[in-house]
């Protein structure tokens, strides 16, 4: 069969930049289409095209008529799921194609995509259950029992199969499909440092349950993690790429397990450098675990601080606390490993909340804070918790720099101090 994948466009919107021409909180969302890539390559047996529509925004009518697929895909986050819905329009006033989504809001909120342009909505990691549709209709078979894969039909919620994710649903012994976007490529950079970045899954999922995470709807809950081969052979892949990011939750959850991937890394000796995902507590519990990455190549690290005190902590339900961020900072530092710390300010924060985070990032020399607005998103279990607070349910501002339910402080204050803070933060960083 012809199947085309398609990355949507770059699509949030900005509060700050439409309402007070603040214009530096946008997020830009930059990098391979790993999860295509993953998809494509359990299908190889099958004409496959990825199509990068934030490399080319316009290029989707031309490139259905050129290819004329059989089944178009599509993923994003939730605050691509509106662009999803208009791409999957356009699709089908153009073509024949059956139209499938998926990605981390069609797995949290599959009833948004119950519309007439959707044809099937895949829940969960689709790697597996992805080849399994397409072999379904390419053979005439029943695609309602299909776990994890919801045939939109009548009525307007989505009704399907759970699927048990497990490790075969990890398909370890296919690579992804980087080969197809080759033409892309030079796009795929590291602005800061103007290097060209790879995307490799080392693992899915996280053990942990913080109340804003959308995570946990990939796997269901499950931490699984692909063989030490599965990961070198795929960091190969990418020979002339120098900067890996490791495109987990959390790449560290199994000690052991990320213990004895380093130390594969280190004897590989690729000469890479990796930027990966990591909770401040396995730090401390682990900072040898950390001094052996640094050795493999370890450059930076993303860490969830959060918050800066053990109530907002607590609340967010992160298990974590003030003592040990500061202390994994103080290791990290001391290693030699660049902290991407991220923070989230609360539409609830006044000025002195604000004043309180500026001292902190700044007496704690967090290398490149990252801050984003406390947003629920659908599917977890914060949003179950705010949802009669919303003020904006348009999927579009849910970038997670916009506030989506009222703030205390004036609109354009709160935003002007963001927008400081970021400022502050960012001058000087680097990685
Ligand atoms: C994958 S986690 C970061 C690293 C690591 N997993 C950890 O917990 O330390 C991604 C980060 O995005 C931010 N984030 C995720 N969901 C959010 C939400 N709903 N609202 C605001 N920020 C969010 C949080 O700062 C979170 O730490
Ligand atoms: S924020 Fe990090 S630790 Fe918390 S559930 Fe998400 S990935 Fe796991």
């Known amino acids: 069969m012809k199947i085309l994948l398609v990355n949507p466009p770059n699509s949030g919107r900005s509060i700050p930049e439409e309402e007070y021409g603040i214009d530096s909180i946008k997020s830009i969302f930059r990098g391979e289409p790993l999860a295509l890539e993953v998809l494509a390559g359990n299908l190889r047996d099958h004409e496959v095209m990825i199509l990068d529509l934030k490399v080319e925004p316009d290029a989707l009518v031309a490139s259905l008529a050129a290819f004329a697929p059989d089944i178009v895909g599509l993923t994003g986050m939730t605050c ?52 399994q549709l397409v072999l379904a209709l390419e053979q005439g078979g029943d695609t309602s029992i299909i776990p994890g894969i919801c045939k939109v039909g009548s009525g307007s919620t989505a009704n399907y199969t759970p699927r048990q994710f497990s490790m075969a649903d990890l398909v370890d012994d296919v690579p992804p499909a980087y080969e197809l976007v080759q033409r892309y490529r030079q796009h795929y950079i590291l602005t800061s440092l103007q290097l060209d970045m790879g995307f490799v899954a080392t693992a899915f999922g996280c053990p942990f349950r913080c109340h804003f995470c959308c995570i946990k709807g990939l796997t269901d809950g499950r931490y699984l993690a692909h063989s030490i081969a599965t990961v070198l052979r795929d960091i190969s892949l990418l020979p002339d790429v120098p900067i890996i990011r490791l495109l987990d939750a959390n790449t560290f959850a199994n000690v052991e397990h990320a213990t004895k991937l380093a130390t594969a890394l280190k004897e590989a000796n690729l000469g890479k450098q990796f930027l990966a995902d ?102 977890t279990p914060l949003f179950d918790d705010m949802q009669a607070e919303i003020s904006i349910d348009d999927l579009d501002y849910y970038t997670l720099t916009n506030a989506v339910t009222p703030t205390v402080m004036a609109g354009k204050e709160f935003y002007q101090r963001y927008a400081a803070l970021l400022k502050m933060s960012h001058s000087g960083a680097s990685l």
């Open 278 to 379: 990591v909770r401040s507590d396995t730090v401390v519990k682990h900072p040898e675990l950390m001094t052996l990455w640094k050795e493999a190549g370890l450059r930076a690290v993303i860490v969830g601080f959060e918050e800066i005190d053990d109530s907002s902590l607590s609340a967010m339900n992160k298990a974590n606390s003030v003592a040990v961020n500061s202390e994994a900072i103080t290791i990290l530092h001391d290693i030699g490993i660049t902290i991407i710390g991220d923070f989230i300010i609360s539409p609830s924060y006044n000025h002195s909340d604000f004043d309180r985070l500026e001292r902190y990032i700044t007496e704690h020399q967090v290398d490149l804070p990252m801050i984003t607005v406390l947003t629920p998103l659908p599917g």
């Open 80 to 131: 691509e799921a509106n662009a999803m819905v208009a791409q999957a329009k356009v699709i089908k006033a153009n073509c024949q194609a059956l139209v499938v989504v998926g990605g981390i809001h069609a797995s949290n909120d599959p009833d948004f995509f119950h519309q007439p342009a959707i044809d099937y909505i895949a829940i969960g990691l689709g790697k597996a259950s992805l080849r």
